[in-house]
């Protein structure tokens, strides 16, 4: 597992952006795949979007498609989550994630940064 600590969270008016960030304690990600997920309040986790380790494969959720870009720097010890057209459905908690590439499920999780986007 990796400690992974997330950044950027905020309070921002619908239409608006914020970018998230992911980084590593102490280690590289470049085995890892990496995902973006979010917990709204009274509602389950959900996935968000994902990169695989070496950046050749790329999914989102269908809600979020053409809105959000998920990315990873060339250096391997970050991942962002840009996200533009914000609405107010998009308020949760997103959490990062990884696995190593070899394993099927999530099972680094970061802390949590609160989204909030008012109407």
């Known amino acids: 597992q990796v400690q992974l600590v997330e950044s950027g969270g905020g309070l921002v008016q619908a239409g608006g952006s914020l970018r998230l960030s992911c980084a590593a304690s102490?280690?590289?990600?470049?085995?890892?795949?990496m995902g973006w997920f979010r917990q709204a309040p009274g509602k389950e986790r959900e996935f968000v979007a994902s990169?695989?380790?070496?950046?050749?494969?790329?999914k989102y959720a269908d809600s979020v498609k053409g809105r959000f870009t998920i990315s990873r720097d060339n250096a391997n010890t970050m991942v962002y989550l840009q996200m533009n057209s914000l609405k107010p459905e998009d308020t949760a908690v997103y959490y990062c994630?990884?696995?190593?590439?070899?394993?099927?499920?999530?099972?680094?999780w970061g802390q949590g940064t609160q989204v909030t986007v008012s109407s």
């Open positions: 990169v695989t380790f070496i950046g050749s494969r790329i």
């Open positions: 994630a990884g696995k190593k590439f070899f394993e099927n499920d999530f099972d680094s």
């Open positions: 102490g280690r590289s990600l470049s085995p890892y795949d």
